[in-house]
């Protein structure tokens, strides 16, 4: 299995939790990654893989710098 990063809001850890069906779309599978403290999370992806994918993705730091912070 994959390593999780770390949450990039909190900094705290990650779990992965996800589950056959969803109740809010009706999706079969409902590949879900998400913080053990502040709930932040990744979901609604078609296999643990792509949460997880997702969940790691980061953008680097001078793509989330603002206009004025540069």
């Not at 994959?2 to 590949?31: M, R, V």
């Not at 992806?45 to 793509?63: F, G, M, Q, Y």
Request: charged share 20%.
């Amino acid at each position: 299995m994959t390593e999780l990063l770390p949450c990039p809001f909190c900094g705290s850890e990650a779990i992965e939790t996800s589950h056959p069906s969803c109740d809010c779309c009706g999706k079969a599978w409902n590949g879900e990654v998400c913080c053990t403290k502040c709930e932040a999370s990744v979901s609604h992806l078609d296999t643990s893989a792509e949460a997880i994918a997702a969940w790691n993705r980061r953008s680097p730091l001078h793509e989330m710098r603002g206009p004025s912070d540069q």
